[in-house]
């Protein structure tokens, strides 16, 4: 049996410009964390005691006797990308899918991981963050980008930078006591409203040729960010003022990003003194993040006083195996199909 831990991301500065069809053009560029909120993934083989040969058990629960009947389209492709047979899936984790927080790929990461860990082999960072992406984006023919599967897997606070068909991932090096400023004048809180993101990146992926300069100016931002963080002369404040900035611009590359309803939620938190902010992932709903400085958290928590609020802490460690217990599995045995 193998569980896997994967964290979830918070993606700030350059998202949309980590979609294939803009950086192989222009170069891409983001700056995301991940942090304390987590998908586990536990993989057995299956007993050989059931009618069925492989259960699924994620919202729901799904036993198959063949692959192909398997309705999860990314537990079925990954099994058939690595050759697994006979396997017990669960999935669970501490926020709900579909919210902008990369889930699905956090996922992806979590379950490759597993079956790297149960076939006996190793796969370092890299390798899981390129098999997600490919999971993901090619054999699920999902529409997005490459900084999802790329953050679960590294974990921690990073610049990713894309250019050709590759990816760099450089750590933000700050100190712990900014890194601790930073993460404690973050306020995130959940909307309640939940999106298909590969809905919405269709939607902003089509829009990408008419909104270039917008990501263009995106780009920009991320490198005025990291100079935010890591030059300890910076006022820390202005990684909030550019949030809003980002926001503004995020806005203006697909008319699914926000709604009437988002929109009216962040004035209310920047009139109650919260610097700037953002929707987190592809928009359309999930989670709202805003820089506020300490003074200001209490006028900001009651003007969101009908969302959850959710406090988080940075973590380092990207996705792992937290148990492993050997068992043996022999396919030559398998019983007859």
């Not at 750590?171 to 809180?189: G, V």
Request: with cysteine.
């Amino acid at each position: 049996m193998i569980i896997t831990k994967t964290p979830f991301r918070m993606s700030f500065f350059g998202g949309g410009t980590d979609m294939p069809q803009f950086f192989k053009e222009y170069g891409g560029a983001v700056l995301s964390t991940t942090f304390d909120k987590y998908c586990y993934v536990n993989a057995r083989h299956l007993p050989p005691f059931f009618e069925y040969t492989t259960e699924a058990s994620y919202a729901r629960i799904e036993r198959v006797t063949d692959l192909d009947d398997l309705e999860h389209p990314l537990i079925r492709n990954a099994m058939k990308m690595l050759d697994m047979h006979e396997l017990r899936i669960t999935y669970e984790a501490d926020l709900p899918a579909r919210t902008g927080l990369g889930t699905s790929s956090s996922f992806a990461v979590g379950l490759l991981n597993a079956f790297y860990c149960l076939k006996g082999k190793y796969a370092d960072k890299k390798q899981l963050a390129d098999d997600a992406i490919r999971l993901e984006r090619v054999l699920c023919n999902e529409a997005g980008g490459w900084q999802d599967q790329i953050a679960a897997s590294f974990g921690g606070l990073n610049k990713i930078t894309f250019h050709g068909d590759d990816y760099q991932v450089d750590r933000i090096i700050i100190s712990p006591e900014r890194k601790k400023t930073l993460n404690d004048n973050l306020m995130l809180f959940f909307t309640g409203f939940t999106r298909f993101s590969s809905e919405i990146q269709q939607s902003t992926g089509a829009a990408i040729k008419d909104k270039t300069a917008q990501l263009r100016e995106m780009l920009g931002l991320v490198d005025e960010a990291e100079g935010v963080l890591t030059n300890k002369e910076r006022d820390l404040d202005d990684f909030g003022r550019l949030l809003d900035e980002t926001w503004k611009l995020k806005r203006q590359t697909g008319n699914k990003i926000s709604t009437g309803s988002i929109d009216e939620l962040y004035d209310k938190a920047i009139k109650a003194g919260a610097l700037g902010g953002k929707l987190l992932g592809a928009g359309g709903g999930g989670f709202l993040l805003f820089y506020v400085q300490p003074e200001k958290r209490r006028a900001v928590m009651d003007a969101m006083h009908d969302l959850l609020y959710v406090p988080f802490q940075f973590e380092n460690a990207g996705t792992r195996v937290i148990y492993y217990s050997a068992e043996f599995y022999d396919p030559q045995m398998r019983r007859e199909k």
